[in-house]
């Protein structure tokens, strides 16, 4: 079986955790600390704040933007659900607009038309790690006095055109941006999440909302030589990173650079070979744009059936995942539909799939997954186009 993804982990990962485990000190602590650091200094953000999960991350980014019940945060259905359940989470309403088709990212044009009185940030998305189009949305968010939040679970690694030269997402383009590191994103620490900004008055406050409201952690009262008593200032919640996980994250992020390298080239490579697939249409990366790639996602021909396609390559073998799902499609939404027609979202959701894509992946491999696709399409022409 050629699974979906692989995460990269070896002996190196193994004996970092051992050595958390062995020194006693389990919970964010000087490890995650490190971590913190070194994020902050790969991406080029003042600050760098570790959490518990890419969700938790967004959680904490809309209430420190102020969102409040009542509220409305402009984003897409067209995502992982975690980014709509969080606004809704905070008492506000997502409003969702559609997708470039293109990018399958938040298409800029429909911005405005979706701004009311009532809104309060912008919750863009890269999509599978393919930058959204930030020098077209920052510009409009602030010509409404709107935050701009970059969910960037899957993009560690990716980069956009800024100011003259490609700098890394998660740099300081919005005003605060939020990543996941899930076992299927580029890096991985089992679970966890860190949040960027420039501001460190926003940086302090999800600090302190990550640890139950606390004015000072457990680490800093243990290192200091005088009594200290924390002070409980809001209501928190527990949205801390192990230092387990983040001595995994440490050696993650040394490998990032070439896990990146490695993506891109693969991707290039399924694109060659598509073009001996007729009617499928490739991922667009533009030119302000480099995607790490985390995941590589196909247009079907109109003709075939999603699932069908997917059946038959798994039955070959290879295991393949839906089109990116839409919130406004899952039974947790019937209560709030659409306000705008979303039909290049609905569309990318029944007529797309990621095929397998992870740095272990072989040429053999790669032609072993268009090969049963190829097959797919043909026993689905034969049947019905």
Known sequence: MIPITKPVLDESEAQAAAAVVLSGWLSQGAVVAEFEAEFSRIVGAPHACAVSSGTSALHLALLTAGVRPGDEVITVSHSFIAAANVVRQCGATPVFVDIDPATFNLDPELIVAAVSPRTRAILCVHQIGMPCDLARIVPIARS????VIEDAAC?????????????????PHADIACFSFHPRKVITTGEGGMLTTRRADWDQNVRMLRQHGMSVGTFERHRSGTVVFEIYGAPGFNYRMTDIQAAIGLQQLRRLPDLVRRRRTLANAYGRMLADIP?????????????NWQS??????????QTGVMQTMLDRGVATRRGIMCAHLEAAYRDHPPRFPLPHSEAAHRHCILLPLFPQITDVM????????GSALVEQGHAGH
Do not use: K, N
């Open 144 to 147: 409404h006095g709107l935050i």
């Open 155 to 171: 993009a560690a690694g990716s980069q956009i055109a800024w100011g003259g030269e490609f700098q890394p997402i998660g740099a």
């Open 279 to 291: 009617e499928v249409t490739p991922p667009a990366e533009l030119a302000w744009a480099r995607s």
């Open 296 to 305: 590589y996602c196909i247009r079907l021909p109109p003709w075939a059936d």
């Open 366 to 373: 790669q032609q072993e997954v268009m090969a049963a696709l």
